[in-house]
């Protein structure tokens, strides 16, 4: 990657922030800021310096009605997820620069928008007992790694379980994953305890009652919203997140080798790395 500088990409991620936030406002849909940006938004009132993306949040059913609406966004813009791209490997979507590039080099052949881009994390419910919140984790998890299928069969993941799924039929992959998600997808409105499907282990870490009261916080030159017990749930995420990193943990989150370009469409990388 070289020296990367996070000045455009921060540029291109705020304006298809305040485009998420427009759609939203448009049709009346909740929304947060969460994790990196919500740590930035209070502590520096903006981007945090060494970070390379967008996180946002929705309960589960405003999550659902703008993926609805999400062929609204800019010209410029894409939303993908995993009903609109057979690839996806997450239960997330994205929202994604056209004529941009963030590419992990080991997953090109993934047939994928690899623009820069902003994350939207679906919020849901976890039952409320000890028995049920393990099952709904273990049905989530099997979740997860199927639709992860995608990944293991382009990295040749090493392992029994993963090339079992790797060599599932897309159909079967697909119904499999349905079923699953059919008894993890509780609305958070159910539910005292919620969390988010991201990138880690789900766990219902939050009260569903510290999400209900929104605020505005500033960011960069505009203002979002959050959560008004943003100290409790900051604390929650990172423990003193007002204190700084030491300076050698401040760096962005890509691992691998990564190919980051806010001037060049990504299928042109692919082109190059595939020879097709």
């Not at 309960?59 to 966004?73: I, N, Q, T, V």
């Not at 994350?119 to 979740?143: F, N, R, S």
């Not at 079992?164 to 119904?175: G, W, Y």
Request: negative net charge.
């Amino acid at each position: 990657m070289g020296n990367l500088d996070l000045t455009e990409i921060h540029k291109i991620e705020l304006k298809m922030l305040k485009a998420v936030a427009a759609l939203c406002d448009r049709y009346n849909l909740r929304y947060s800021i969460y994790c990196g940006t919500l740590l930035g938004a209070v502590r520096h009132k903006g981007f945090i310096p060494w970070d390379d993306d967008i996180d946002l949040a929705m309960p589960l059913d405003d999550y659902r009605k703008f993926l609805e609406h999400a062929a609204e966004m800019p010209a410029g813009m894409t939303c993908i997820h995993c009903g609109n791209t057979r690839d996806f490997t997450r239960f997330w979507a994205k929202v994604a620069a056209d004529g941009t590039t963030f590419l992990p080099v080991e997953l090109a052949e993934l047939d994928i928008h690899w623009g820069i881009s902003l994350d939207i994390y679906p919020m849901i419910g976890t039952p409320a007992t000890v028995l049920g919140e393990t099952i709904h984790k273990c049905l989530l998890q099997a979740a997860c790694k199927l639709q992860l299928a995608p990944k293991y069969q382009v990295t040749h993941a090493p392992g029994f379980i993963k090339t079992l799924i790797a060599h599932l039929p897309f159909f079967v992959r697909r119904l499999f994953t349905r079923v699953l998600l059919a008894f993890c997808l509780m609305e958070p409105d159910k539910a005292e305890r919620v969390g988010t499907i991201d990138a880690e282990p789900f766990e219902g870490k939050y009260s569903w009652e510290d999400w209900q009261e929104m605020i505005t916080l500033p960011f960069e030159d505009a203002t979002f919203r959050a959560p008004a017990r943003y100290d409790k749930i900051l604390r929650r995420m990172y423990g003193d997140y007002m204190k700084l990193p030491p300076e050698e943990a401040r760096t962005i989150h890509v691992k691998g080798e990564v190919i980051i370009d806010p001037h060049r469409d990504y299928r042109l990388y692919r082109k190059e790395l595939l020879g097709k």
